[in-house]
C-alpha cells in the first residue's frame, strides 16, 4: 500500500501539483508512515527525476519551479509531524544554519533544519541566500556551536569555503566547527575547504552534528 502511495507522491511532484502533493503528505500521516520515509521515498523520487530532466533539456524552468513549490508544499505540510517524533527534548548545542549566498535552494537545508531540531539541537534557520557575514555574526550572537550550511550549486559551493576562512581569520574556528551538504558536495570538497563534518542526508547531519558536540 506505501509503494502505491509514493509513487503518487513522485508523480504529484513531477506534475508539480501542490494541492495533491499536500493531501498525500496528511494521507502518510494518518497511515502512520514516517514522514522522512514519505519524503526520501516518495517526494523526491518525483523532485530528483524533474532535476534529471531539466539537466538534459527535456524539462525547462517552470516545471522546475513548479516541482519545487510542490516539495515544498509537501515538506511543509510533514514537518510538524517530523518534530513532533523527536524524542530528544535536553539542548545538545546551537545551530545556526542557512543555504549560502547567491543560492535559493532551501528544501533540503530546511529538511535538515528539523531534522537537528527534533533531535535536541536550537536551530536558528537564517534562509536562503544567507552571507558569510550574517551566518557567523548571528553565530557569535547566540553562541553557537555550530554554522551548517547547504549549497546545492557547483557556483555557490565556493562560499561554504569563504565562511570558514572567514571564521579563521577571525579566530572563531576553534569555537565554532563548520557542516557543509548539498547535492554537489562531496568529501573531496569537504576536506579541501576543512570543514568539520559532512553529510548527504538529513538523518546523517544529526549524527554529524552530535559528534561534534561530543554527543554522539
Ligand atoms: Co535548481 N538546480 N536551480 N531549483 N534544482 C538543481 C540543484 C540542479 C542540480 C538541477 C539540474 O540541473 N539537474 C541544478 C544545479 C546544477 C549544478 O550547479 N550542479 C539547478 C539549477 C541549475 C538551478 C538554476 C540555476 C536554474 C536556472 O535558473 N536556470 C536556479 C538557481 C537559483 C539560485 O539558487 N540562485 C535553480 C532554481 C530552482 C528552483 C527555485 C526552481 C527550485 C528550488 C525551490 C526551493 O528550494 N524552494 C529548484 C529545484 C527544486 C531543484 C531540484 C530539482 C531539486 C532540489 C531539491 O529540493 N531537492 C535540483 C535537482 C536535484 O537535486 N535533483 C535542482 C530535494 C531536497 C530534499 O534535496 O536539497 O539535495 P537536497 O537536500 C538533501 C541533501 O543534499 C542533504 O540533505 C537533504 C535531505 O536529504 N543536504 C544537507 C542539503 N543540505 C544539507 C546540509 C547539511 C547536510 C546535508 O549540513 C549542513
Wanted: with cysteine; hydrophobic share 50%.
Amino acid at each position: 500500500m506505501s509503494e502505491e502511495l509514493f509513487k503518487k507522491m513522485a508523480q504529484s511532484i513531477i506534475d508539480g501539483d501542490s494541492d495533491v502533493a499536500v493531501e498525500l503528505a496528511n494521507e502518510a500521516i494518518a497511515a502512520g508512515i514516517d514522514p522522512l520515509v514519505a519524503i526520501t521515498d516518495g517526494f523526491v523520487i518525483g523532485v530528483n527525476q524533474v532535476g534529471d530532466a531539466f539537466a538534459c533539456g527535456d524539462a525547462f524552468l517552470p516545471e522546475l519551479v513548479m516541482a519545487g513549490e510542490a516539495m515544498k508544499a509537501a515538506v511543509t505540510t510533514l514537518e510538524p509531524e517530523m518534530a513532533r517524533r523527536g524524542s530528544e527534548r535536553q539542548i545538545l548545542g546551537k545551530v545556526v544554519l542557512g543555504t549560502v549566498e547567491g543560492d535559493i535552494h532551501e528544501i533540503g537545508k530546511s529538511l535538515v533544519g528539523t531534522m537537528l531540531g527534533a533531535s535536541g539541537f536550537q536551530v536558528y534557520d537564517l534562509g536562503v541566500d544567507v552571507s558569510a557575514e550574517k551566518l557567523i555574526g548571528k553565530a557569535v550572537e547566540v553562541g553557537a556551536n555550530i554554522i551548517a550550511m547547504s549549497a546545492l550549486l557547483t557556483t555557490t559551493m565556493v562560499k561554504q569555503k569563504e565562511v570558514i576562512e572567514l571564521l579563521e581569520q577571525e579566530g572563531l574556528h576553534n569555537t565554532i566547527k563548520v557542516m557543509v551538504g548539498g547535492a554537489p558536495v562531496t568529501r573531496e570538497w569537504v576536506g579541501k575547504i576543512k570543514a568539520d563534518g559532512y553529510s548527504e542526508d538529513a538523518i546523517g547531519a544529526v549524527a554529524v552534528a552530535k559528534s561534534i558536540v561530543g554527543a554522539a
